[in-house]
T-cell receptor, first 115, second 112 residues
Framework: AQKITQTQPGMFVQEKEAVTLDCTYD???????LFWYKQPSSGEMIFLIY??????QNATEGRYSLNFQKARKSANLVISASQLGDSAMYFC????????????FGKGTRLHILP | KAGVTQTPRYLIKTRGQQVTLSCSPI?????VSWYQQTPGQGLQFLFE???????NKGNFPGRFSGRQFSNSRSEMNVSTLELGDSALYLC???????????FGPGTRLTVL
């Protein structure tokens, strides 16, 4: 069963608009971590933001914020004021503490920022 | 602090050959994970090494193997290459199991 689901294979957004990338996850563990990574066309995976399952506040890192809704098992990434350089593939990932901290990834969302 | 480095960056091999990829983690990081990324299958976990011991393993055939040295550097070996092994191989390191994982630039392997 797929544990990380990213339902948007691709998105087109106008520059300067806010973007929400969806991610839902499936786990029976109480302790887990959620990550978002960005992969530009160069191929390197860039860490963006992390949310722990026990964190009460939504994580924020500059223009990135994670909309964490634990009961719905969703961890959407919000990018404010999008820029052309945000065009990339975005991956949601989960670490399950009771699975030897193994990290699994969703299939990704390709984001295109339009000028 | 230097990031994760991978060598070589690009590699072309023929079917049946074997290949060894190398990954040097961020200084102080004891965990190294390997992933295979293809357009069809996405990002798939191969294995993770922590303090020279394999900690986790994905669902890949035995042709894929790895090891980690005492300085935390890791190598991944693929024997008897198949066309389907053409992929971007990404290495990632983290200090410990509960820490954030940082990726290297990847090795792009093409099997002809």
């Amino acid at each position: 069963a797929q544990k990380i689901t990213q339902t948007q294979p691709g998105m087109f957004v106008q520059e300067k608009e806010a973007v929400t990338l969806d991610c839902t996850y499936d786990t029976s563990d109480q302790s887990y971590g959620l990550f978002w990574y960005k992969q530009p066309s160069s191929g390197e995976m860039i860490f963006l933001i992390y949310q722990g399952s026990y964190d009460e506040q939504n994580a924020t890192e500059g223009r990135y914020s994670l909309n964490f809704q634990k009961a719905r098992k969703s961890a959407n990434l919000v990018i404010s004021a999008s820029q052309l350089g945000d065009s990339a593939m975005y991956f949601c990932a989960m670490r399950e503490m009771n699975r030897d901290d193994k990290i699994i990834f969703g299939k990704g969302t390709r984001l295109h920022i339009l000028p | 602090k230097a990031g994760v480095t991978q060598t070589p960056r690009y590699l072309i091999k023929t079917r049946g050959q074997q290949v060894t990829l190398s990954c040097s983690p961020i200084s102080g990081h004891r965990s190294v994970s390997w992933y295979q990324q293809t357009p069809g299958q996405g990002l798939q976990f191969l294995f993770e090494y922590f303090s020279e011991t394999q900690r986790n393993k994905g669902n890949f055939p035995g042709r894929f193997s790895g090891r980690q040295f005492s300085n935390s550097r890791s190598e991944m070996n693929v024997s008897t290459l198949e066309l389907g092994d053409s992929a971007l191989y990404l290495c990632a390191s983290r200090r410990g199991g509960r820490d954030t994982q940082y990726f290297g630039p990847g090795t792009r392997l093409t099997v002809l």
